[in-house]
């Protein structure tokens, strides 16, 4: 069986690798020329690294990374809110958080596939649907004929389009900005991530090399992202910590890359017949419990071992019942920390920060374990 894959992303890579290590063959269709994925970083959690663990990855991803033991909210001057301390899931999970760059994550995934078919310049088009043969046209003029379809095309998804044309993206009017730059963090913040929340806005930055910082800022907008300029972001944040304010200036402002946050309404079908969507085209979340990437990396490892367990109609059913329910929660989760980090109610803000700083740390750490444990299988 050879099992064709749209998207070479996270989500899709993953899941190449997971199906060549059970004897599956896939073939990757990517719309771009060359893979390049954006300046920017990526944490992968707990649940992220016990998949690659067990896909023998884990060891390369610590050596090109950063570990990250706590991820704090923090006030804009950096004065602590809440903290979660990741050393509890290291010695229960026996693997780290790691920051990592995502172009050297990207190329990691590529180099571990062992005969890659992965097929630049294939943008998806359009599937028809032939008593479960699926002819694939791509925006090249090519046509391709596939018996088994994974949909890991991301938010904006054309298998799901073609597949469920009803479903619905939602703006969270939140500007994101994201950078890299050659910064050395002091000490203390070396393996932490610190996310400063302020008055509808916020900026997160966390050690992912020796040399390099990752950072991204993120600010509420009425009608549209143009309301801000990039050359004026070091105005938004001088209200910020002194470290902020340097992580800033040291950035090249043509080397940041501008979105605006988006999700997609949970939807009941991620399947039908022999096609199925994972990652970001099944259940793409806002960024704020940066889980997105990390529930598109379970759902390569559990898709994986459920097609060498089930005819594939069955291991899609499987897949949908086993990570559904995950996967929304992190979509409601990250939709509503989007909301309440964004407040602009200087009461709300106390009310809120205090509710935060008395969170008991077991309630932290079992809301935590919830979305670190992957599934047994
Ligand atoms: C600001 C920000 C910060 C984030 N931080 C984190 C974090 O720290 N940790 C985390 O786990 N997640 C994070 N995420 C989420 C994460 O980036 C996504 O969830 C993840 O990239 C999803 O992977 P994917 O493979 O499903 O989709 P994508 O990464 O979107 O990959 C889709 C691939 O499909 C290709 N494609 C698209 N359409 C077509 C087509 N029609 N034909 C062929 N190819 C196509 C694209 O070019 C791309 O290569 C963050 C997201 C944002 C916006």
Not at 176 to 187: A, D, S, V, Y
Request: charged residues 20%.
């Amino acid at each position: 069986m050879t099992i064709d894959i749209i998207g070479a992303g996270i989500g899709g890579l993953t899941t190449a690798i997971a199906l060549e290590q059970k004897g599956i063959k896939t073939r990757i269709f990517e719309q771009a020329e060359k893979i390049k994925p954006v300046g920017a970083g990526i944490i992968l959690a707990s649940n992220a690294m016990q998949v690659f663990e067990k896909l023998g990855l884990k060891k390369s991803i610590e050596e090109h990374g950063n570990p990250i033991s706590s991820m704090n909210i923090t006030k804009a001057n950096l004065a602590p809110i809440s903290k979660v301390d990741l050393s509890f899931f290291e010695k229960k999970h026996k693997v780290k958080n790691i920051a990592i760059h995502r172009g050297i994550l990207q190329q990691l995934l590529i180099n571990e596939l062992k005969s890659p078919i992965i097929k630049l310049n294939h943008r998806l088009k359009n599937i028809d649907f032939n008593n479960k043969k699926y002819l694939l046209t791509f925006e090249n003029g090519e046509q391709i004929q596939s018996s088994t379809l994974i949909g890991a095309d991301g938010l904006n998804c054309v298998v799901r389009q073609n597949l469920f044309p009803n479903n619905t993206l939602r703006n969270a009017k939140q500007i994101c900005w994201r950078g890299i730059t050659n910064f050395k963090l002091p000490h203390k913040y070396k393996h932490e991530l610190n996310e400063a929340w302020n008055k509808t806005d916020r900026f997160g930055f966390v050690q992912i090399a020796e040399d390099k910082v990752y950072w991204y800022a993120l600010k509420s907008f009425k009608n549209n992202k143009n309301e801000f300029e990039i050359n004026n972001i070091q105005t938004y944040f001088k209200n910020y910590d002194p470290i902020i304010n340097k992580i800033i200036a040291a950035t090249n402002n043509k080397q940041i890359n501008t979105a605006e946050i988006l999700d997609l309404k949970p939807t009941e079908n991620w399947y039908k017949e022999n096609v199925c969507l994972i990652g970001d085209a099944a259940h793409a979340a806002t960024p704020n419990m940066g889980q997105g990437a990390c529930q598109a990396i379970e759902d390569a490892y559990v898709l994986s071992q459920l097609l060498t367990k089930y005819d594939t109609n069955h291991a899609f059913q499987e897949f949908q019942r086993l990570r559904l329910p995950k996967a929304h929660q992190v979509v409601k989760v990250s939709w509503m920390i989007g909301k309440i980090s964004h407040l602009s109610n200087p009461i709300l803000i106390k009310f809120r920060n205090l509710l935060m700083r008395l969170t008991p740390t077991s309630l932290n750490r079992k809301q935590t374990e919830q979305i670190f444990q992957i599934p047994k299988l």
